[in-house]
């Protein structure tokens, strides 16, 4: 049994993707926002990577994909202007700042359940790549 849980948790540790995916440059609106789309789900950010300019705003539009697990998104870059802490729900959730330096920055979800791994280790972490 034990070695079924062992097994079980490197599966889950194996399937982290996010910031290996190719990047999601953000295109600017009309408005000068950055805005973009990201959907939570077991155990997953979609996109993974994503590029915006700094100095410039960004709303990112967050929601979670199905009912029964919480989910999160949890950026902390307060050196970049960037404090984000939020639980997700279907509801887009708009999250409004303006990255203040270039650099990488990792968002992520901070839940776990009890015996389990977090689901930052399952996979729901990404990276917010701030350029020139
Ligand atoms: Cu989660």
């Excluded at 034990?2 to 009309?30: H, R, W």
């Excluded at 970049?80 to 990792?106: D, H, M, N, R, W």
Aim: glycine letters at 8%; aromatic letters at 10%.
């Amino acid at each position: 049994m034990k070695s079924l849980i062992v097994s079980l948790l490197l599966m889950f540790a194996s399937v982290a993707v996010g910031a290996d995916e190719a990047p999601f440059i953000v295109p600017m609106d009309k408005d000068g926002v950055q805005r973009v789309e990201i959907l939570g789900g077991d155990y997953f950010f979609k996109p993974g990577h994503i590029v915006v300019k700094v100095n410039q705003p960004v709303e990112l539009l967050v929601r979670k994909d199905g009912w029964f697990v919480p989910h999160s998104f949890v950026i902390d870059a307060p050196e970049a202007g960037i404090k984000v802490k939020e639980s997700l729900s279907q509801v887009p959730k708009s999250i409004a700042f303006t990255p203040t330096k270039v650099g990488s920055y990792p968002f992520y979800c901070d839940k776990k359940a009890p015996f389990m791994a977090s689901h930052r280790k399952k996979g729901m972490e990404g990276v917010l790549e701030v350029v020139e």
